[in-house]
């Protein structure tokens, strides 16, 4: 989900599971594993799919070359040496689509997968089937149920409790004779939920919205690729539901089918790619995805041998051990694969700046480490053993943007403060400032904006102590970068300094760096673009109402309410994208090839696990990346380019999940950049003046 650019909007909309038991049939609790003990960056998310699909599709109907068609049944298929086929039925009538590959994704009765093999589906049927309920029901919680998924070891019941949403819905799925009506099971709901339901609850106690009985079987396709045909997910294999290997081996499948498909498209390797895919995705299910799903579910079969059995006891370690617990997190990996690794050669007549912004794309793990280091020796020239204490106290750093910089209530202090100082300014101002015929725009405000921010966030005494503090600070600004690749390294002379001292004095230069040399450029090109005549004349009156929403009755903001305003945000998000640059770094997931001419033959190989530094300008301005319909081209300034309107109910909301994970945000969680916050509130507030800046 994080590589496909949606994680961030299922998660805002999922349930968060804390956590899964295994109990015995009365809820005696056998042993949990809680979420994020071993994985906190990687916890499982709960979207029922009639909310997931929707997101999915919502995201697919933006991109220029995705299309959904409902209402097209597959009457027969077809394909020779240069293309593939499917005749299909649909409100029209009858007509024929043509691709150079056509994947079934058709489900467990796949017409793709009859097509080609009949009623041939290796595997086997269980004996017993199961029923999986939806139910409304409070009691998991009032009987100390403390685990939001619970598996339960039963030889006919076998169930499994879950709650999946969060206004409360559970999944309660058992077993049942594989024999009975659906209607004989319907009539012995009631007792079975007794047996197993904490609180015996009788009927009025809960409320089901969905009983769906089915049989469950371990079937694996005798091919994934036929030619230009290809299956994945639940057309491919069959599985158990007990564990979640199956939709995890689907998504797994897809994945991997994306990067074959596109290895073919852009160059990087021939069909015959497609092969690996079918020989590696049949192995991962026979040798991963079949072995232990079974297990899972003979497992709750058995309550007399549940103590002995090895994953209970792995998982009853992993509770006191906490690397035990990563590693074995670390094994749910295994079902995936890395195809690229079978690129043959790199792409042909590409850009080696596309391919590194690629690169940035898809390795999803930041991995600053070594930039900042470079940092701390070449522009601040800090001695080792103080690099060390800085790295060993990162969780320094990360308090102080939890307590303060990213921490509403103080954010609100700030900007409070801020907005007192730039009152102060901006009344001095409004007396001096009819005597000149013209003012530069952007100094002014870079100056009045630095001044204010210093005093709020430092006090006053700094500029008593260094009045030349904002005109010395910004020709280190403009010089940053030959600092950094080591040109006048002299400059900074801290060797006669205290090492505390200096180090402090480091980390606050640090942090006005990132709130002056980007924040306060940011704001000139914002009001720039919201004062422009020839903008779009509807947008400042919209962002103005906006900011009044968030006003308090005494001049300050409410900052839960201003970053929530949709408008607002896509504005100061668009403005980053555009204007702002910054270092991004990502530590490789696969090997890279980047060529080093136009024909491709001459390449460079990056390495799995080494790093990649690259600017976000490049991945911020990709035209490919950021052209989607009814949005602006890639280099223009489009205010409205991260706003969603509802199509049903009009309500506009903030997103940037419609651009695929092209967008590099600047941090996030307690590891935010502070600007993201405090430099929005408490900059915007030169808007509430908005009277005199006009004016002006």
């Known amino acids: 989900m994080k590589r496909a650019g949606i994680y961030e909007e299922v998660s805002e909309r999922a349930f968060h599971a804390n956590g899964v038991s295994w109990r015995y049939i009365d809820g005696t609790r056998i042993a949990s594993i809680r979420a994020g003990d071993a994985t906190p960056d990687a916890k499982m998310v709960s979207l029922p799919l009639d909310e997931l699909i929707p997101l999915i599709a919502s995201h697919l109907e933006k991109q220029a070359r995705g299309k959904i068609l409902l209402s097209h049944e597959v009457t027969a298929i077809g394909q020779d040496a240069s293309q593939a086929w499917v005749d299909v039925k649909c409100p ?4 024929r689509m043509s691709a150079s590959y056509i994947v079934g994704c058709d489900g467990g009765s796949s017409k793709i997968r009859r097509e080609l093999f009949g009623s041939n589906f290796p595997g086997r049927t269980w004996d017993q089937q199961i029923v999986a309920t939806n139910v409304f029901y409070p009691g998991l919680a009032k009987h100390g149920w403390k685990t939001s998924s619970n598996f339960m070891i039963h030889p006919d019941h076998f169930p499994m409790v879950a709650q999946i949403s969060n206004n409360g819905m559970l999944r309660v799925t058992y077993g049942e004779d594989g024999n009975l009506t659906r209607e004989e099971m319907l009539e012995r ?62 998504l797994a499948d897809i994945g991997g089918l994306y990067d074959c498909l596109f290895g073919i498209y852009a160059g990087n390797a021939d069909d015959s790619i497609l092969d690996k895919y079918d020989e590696i995705r049949r192995e991962k299910y026979n040798t991963i995805i079949d072995p232990i799903s079974s297990s899972n ?174 005109e010395d600070f910004f020709a280190f600004d403009s010089d940053l970068l030959s600092f950094f690749f080591s040109n006048n390294r002299d400059c900074l002379d801290y060797r006669t300094r205290n090492l505390t001292p200096r180090t ?73 994208r555009l204007y702002l640059d910054a270092l991004v770094t990502r530590n490789l997931t696969e090997d890279l090839l980047l060529p080093l001419d136009e024909d491709g033959k001459r390449v460079v190989r990056l390495r799995k696990g080494e790093n990649v530094f690259s600017p976000s300008w490049l991945g ?72 005199r800046i006009l004016a002006y």
Not at 190 to 195: G, H, M, V
Not at 228 to 246: I, K, Q, S, T, Y
Request: proline share 6%; net charge negative; charged share 25%.
């Open 504 to 576: 402090g004095a480091t980390l606050d230069l640090g942090l006005t760096f990132g709130l002056a040399s980007n924040v306060i450029p940011a704001t000139g090109w914002m009001l720039m673009h919201l004062l422009n005549p020839s903008a779009d004349p509807s947008i400042l009156p919209r962002i103005l109402k906006e900011l009044h929403e968030a006003e308090l009755p005494d001049g300050s903001l409410d900052i839960p309410v201003l970053v929530s305003l949709p408008l607002l945000q896509s504005l100061w998000t668009e403005t980053l």
């Open 189 to 250: 709901q009631p007792e079975k939920y007794k047996a197993i339901l904490p609180g015996k609850p009788e009927p009025h106690e809960y409320t089901i919205v969905n009983f769906s009985p089915y049989k469950i079987h371990q079937r694996l396709a005798e091919k994934l690729r036929v030619g230009r045909f290809l299956l994945a997910a639940d057309a491919a294999h069959l599985c158990n539901p007990f564990g979640g290997m199956g939709l995890t081996g689907g």
């Open 297 to 470: 579910l003979r497992r709750l079969w058995d309550p007399e041998n549940i103590e002995k059995d090895e994953f209970i006891q792995m998982v009853k370690r992993a509770e006191h051990d906490k690397e035990f617990a990563r590693s074995m997190a670390a094994g749910m990996g295994a079902v995936m694969h890395d195809f690229t690794q079978y690129y043959t050669h790199a792409v042909p007549n590409a850009e080696p700046k596309v391919l590194s912004t690629a690169a940035l794309f898809r390795a999803k793990s930041p991995s600053r480490d070594v930039f900042d280091r470079d940092v701390f020796t070449k522009v601040f020239q800090l001695p080792d053993d103080q690099i060390h204490n800085l790295e060993a106290g990162r969780h320094h750093e990360v308090e102080m943007n939890s307590k303060y910089l990213t921490n509403f209530e103080r954010v609100n202090e700030l900007t409070a403060e801020l907005t007192k100082v730039l009152d102060e300014v901006l009344a001095k101002d409004s007396q001096e400032i009819e005597q000149f015929d013209e003012i530069g725009v952007y100094q002014w405000l870079r100056d009045r904006l630095f001044t204010a921010s210093t005093r709020a966030l430092f006090g006053d005494e700094l500029l008593k102590m260094y009045p030349a503090y904002c």
């Open 92 to 95: 029209e009538g009858e007509k």
């Open 620 to 691: 911020h301005h990709d035209p490919v990346a950021w052209s989607s319909p009814g949005k602006s081209a890639a280099h223009e300034f489009d205010a409205e380019r991260f706003v969603v309107r509802d199509a049903k109910t009009g309500r506009e909301s903030f997103s940037v999940g419609g651009t695929a994970g092209k967008y590099f945000p600047f941090g996030g969680g307690k590891t935010v950049c502070p600007g993201s916050k405090s430099g929005l509130a408490g900059l915007l507030c030169m808007a509430l003046y908005r009277n």
